[in-house]
């Protein structure tokens, strides 16, 4: 068996930082030890950060690769790709591709079948060329008619790991402050005012005919299937007793400290934006990630639309005081992979998957040097 020896390293663990050494050996982490190694062939990683490789339960990047400009669309494997690479860039070595199912205007991209996608990965995975362990998110947009549908080929799938349930409907959750939706909807979607109004006008309609019974027959599905279910969205209290009595384990960018408060006295596993870290703040005028750590209510965070957020979220919720650089760290790696069920990875201990990231600050910002997956460098 093929064993690489990492030295001179800083390692961070589940609870302190050690100068040491690690070795890879079949996949998995076979020793760590403190100070140097006298083997032969060692690596020597010049005093920089050795971390568990990052997980990331929702992001939407590879939309933007498949649609990179509106109504362009670009081919699947190609876009898988670009994607992937770019996860592995960033040091997110195992991704939830978060895949929206419905649309309730019916002119967007999450309209369409995307379950080509299960192909590509498969076939990309038979050639070895995956740089990221992929797995599959699906996002249930509850308000449009054509949600379970457009689920269908994602049922009972071996990538399967997570579904959410979502009402991005204006004046509803993230979108309950009018103005902001609108600056959203008429700038993001091209609507006009006229037609924002008019949707905020059928938005009940909509919300009685598909999003509740949508809810119950997603969360109805998750239960049988033992498939992990968020929210998405918590607003208020009763935003997450909906959710624990439907069974989420998980409360995806609670956007007030009340519904954050709620999901931890619940038990519910608390997601929240890296990019909302990194920005200081919401782009949506929700709650402050930031004071969220500062409390001890976040769990793990998420990348969300920008994937060099992650690393660097973690880096600045150390370097701001709100927890300890491992504390950090376990927020986009141990928090995240257990919230999905993968018991395997996420931290850096002994018999564990051997991704880890070689990680070096420089000025405010960790720079990525190397990935390895399952103990193999891929970036």
């Given at each position: 068996?093929t064993?690489?020896?990492?030295?001179?390293?800083?390692?961070?663990?589940?609870?302190e930082?050690?100068?040491g050494?690690?070795?890879?050996?079949?996949?998995?982490?076979?020793a760590?030890g403190?100070?140097?190694?006298?083997?032969?062939?060692?690596?020597?990683?010049d005093?920089?950060?050795?971390?568990?490789?990052?997980?990331e339960?929702?992001?939407?990047?590879?939309?933007?690769?498949?649609?990179?400009?509106p109504?362009?669309?670009?081919?699947?494997?190609?876009?898988?790709?670009a994607?992937?690479?770019e996860?592995?860039a960033?040091?997110?070595?195992?991704v939830?591709d978060?895949i929206?199912v419905?649309?309730?205007y019916?002119?967007?991209f999450?309209s369409h079948?995307?379950s080509?996608?299960?192909?590509?990965?498969d076939t990309?995975?038979?050639?070895?060329?995956?740089?990221?362990?992929h797995f599959?998110h699906?996002r249930?947009?509850?308000?449009?008619?054509?949600?379970?549908?457009?689920?269908?080929?994602?049922s009972?799938?071996?990538?399967?790991?997570?579904?959410s349930?979502?009402?991005?409907t204006?004046?509803?959750?993230?979108?309950?402050?009018?103005d902001?939706?609108?600056?959203?909807?008429?700038?993001?979607?091209?609507?006009?005012?006229?037609k924002?109004?008019?949707?905020?006008?059928?938005?009940?309609e909509?919300?009685?005919?598909?999003?509740?019974?949508?809810?119950r027959?997603?969360?109805?599905?998750?239960r049988?299937?033992?498939?992990?279910l968020a929210?998405?969205?918590?607003?208020?209290?009763?935003?997450?007793d909906?959710a624990h009595?439907?069974g989420?384990s998980?409360?995806?960018?609670?956007?007030?400290l009340?519904?954050?408060?709620r999901?931890r006295?619940?038990?519910?596993?608390?997601?929240m934006g890296?990019?909302?870290?990194?920005?200081g703040g919401s782009?949506s005028?929700?709650a402050s990630?930031?004071d969220?750590a500062?409390a001890g209510?976040?769990?793990?965070?998420?990348?969300?639309?920008v994937?060099?957020?992650l690393?660097q979220?973690?880096?600045?919720?150390?370097?701001?005081?709100a927890?300890?650089?491992?504390q950090?760290v376990?927020i986009?790696?141990?928090?995240?992979?257990?919230?999905?069920?993968?018991?395997?990875?996420?931290?850096?201990?002994?018999?564990?998957?051997?991704?880890?990231l070689?990680v070096?600050p420089?000025?405010?910002?960790?720079a990525?040097?190397?990935?390895?997956?399952?103990?193999?460098?891929v970036?």
């Amino acid at each position: 068996m093929t064993e690489t020896v990492i030295h001179n390293a800083r390692i961070v663990l589940d609870d302190e930082v050690i100068s040491g050494h690690i070795c890879l050996a079949g996949g998995r982490i076979a020793a760590i030890g403190h100070g140097a190694s006298t083997q032969a062939g060692a690596l020597d990683w010049d005093g920089d950060w050795l971390l568990p490789g990052l997980v990331e339960v929702h992001t939407d990047n590879l939309e933007r690769h498949v649609m990179p400009r509106p109504k362009v669309r670009f081919p699947m494997q190609s876009a898988v790709q670009a994607h992937d690479a770019e996860m592995a860039a960033n040091g997110i070595t195992t991704v939830l591709d978060a895949i929206g199912v419905g649309d309730p205007y019916g002119d967007g991209f999450r309209s369409h079948d995307q379950s080509e996608l299960l192909r590509v990965l498969d076939t990309l995975d038979e050639a070895g060329t995956l740089r990221a362990d992929h797995f599959i998110h699906i996002r249930c947009e509850l308000p449009a008619a054509n949600a379970r549908e457009l689920f269908e080929p994602f049922s009972a799938h071996r990538r399967l790991r997570l579904i959410s349930l979502m009402d991005h409907t204006p004046g509803q959750r993230q979108w309950r402050d009018l103005d902001h939706a609108r600056v959203y909807y008429t700038g993001k979607k091209g609507w006009s005012d006229a037609k924002f109004d008019e949707e905020v006008r059928i938005a009940p309609e909509r919300q009685a005919l598909y999003a509740e019974p949508n809810r119950r027959w997603f969360a109805d599905y998750a239960r049988a299937q033992e498939v992990s279910l968020a929210t998405h969205d918590d607003t208020t209290a009763e935003h997450v007793d909906e959710a624990h009595r439907l069974g989420a384990s998980m409360s995806e960018f609670p956007t007030t400290l009340e519904a954050a408060r709620r999901a931890r006295a619940l038990g519910l596993s608390t997601v929240m934006g890296a990019p909302n870290v990194v920005r200081g703040g919401s782009h949506s005028g929700n709650a402050s990630a930031m004071d969220m750590a500062r409390a001890g209510l976040v769990d793990s965070l998420s990348s969300d639309y920008v994937p060099a957020s992650l690393l660097q979220a973690a880096w600045r919720l150390a370097e701001e005081g709100a927890c300890t650089l491992p504390q950090a760290v376990a927020i986009v790696s141990k928090g995240p992979a257990l919230a999905s069920g993968l018991h395997d990875r996420g931290r850096i201990a002994q018999g564990l998957r051997a991704d880890v990231l070689r990680v070096r600050p420089v000025g405010s910002a960790p720079a990525v040097r190397e990935v390895w997956s399952r103990g193999s460098r891929v970036a």
